[in-house]
């Protein structure tokens, strides 16, 4: 009766003998027998199945916090006083880029959040003055409004001990090539601003100069 209980969940007994087995189960060949027997000798010393190595690629940053602790925070901002305008791409899960952003903060910059796909023409929309017509209802009349330039609005608002104006933009990946080239090239025309446009996703948070990426040549050293 315990040798019945056992083979219903499964469990071949050693007691068992290969002619009882094909009784109670007659779809399984000798070779299946032979498998599901050394199976229960698994840490029993008489079974000989192969040992398999598997290879893990850790890093310390998996064992003590890698989403509170980034080493790679010093080079991120020698990096965006270097280049001034960086690509990034953050992983799919995001929160990461906020520990980037957070460190930014810290320095004394203040931040600029925009979206690409509600942006228009960067270089109208961030440096002159530019129409925006609200929503009619279809029953008032087509109104354009007027705006000044973003970024220079927000220069102007920043305090005295501001260290500068990050212009930092989500989903960037929709932006032409022209449209990147002036990202790239927008903390040459105001100092003071840098630029961080999001331009896809990646297993882990890295980031490219957005010159690199918008196919601009790379700054010549002095």
Not at 65 to 89: N, P
Request: net charge positive.
């Amino acid at each position: 009766m315990a040798w019945s209980v056992c083979s219903y969940h499964g469990i071949l007994l050693p007691s068992s003998t290969p002619e009882q087995q094909r009784l109670i189960f007659p779809s399984m060949t000798t070779s299946t027998l032979n498998m599901s027997r050394k199976q229960t000798n698994i840490g029993g010393g008489g079974g000989h199945c192969g040992k398999t190595n598997v290879a893990c690629n850790v890093s310390l940053e998996d064992f003590i916090g890698g989403d509170l602790l980034k080493f790679d925070l010093g080079q991120w901002l020698s990096d965006v006083e270097e280049h001034k305008a960086l690509a990034i791409y953050s992983p799919h899960e995001g929160g990461y880029e906020g520990r980037y952003l957070n460190r930014l903060r810290y320095q004394g910059y203040y931040f600029l959040d925009l979206t690409a796909r509600g942006l228009g023409d960067p270089e109208t929309t961030l440096t002159k003055f530019h129409p925006v017509c609200p929503p009619h209802v279809g029953k008032q009349p087509i109104a354009r409004w007027y705006f000044p330039p973003e970024v220079d609005y927000r220069l102007s608002l920043l305090p005295p001990n501001a260290k500068g104006l990050v212009v930092w933009i989500i989903e960037a990946k929709v932006l032409s090539k022209a449209e990147l080239q002036f990202l790239a090239l927008l903390p040459t025309l105001r100092p003071r601003v840098r630029v961080i446009a999001e331009c896809g996703n990646w297993r882990k948070f890295m980031w490219k100069p957005l010159k690199e990426i918008a196919g601009l040549p790379a700054q010549e050293g002095p």
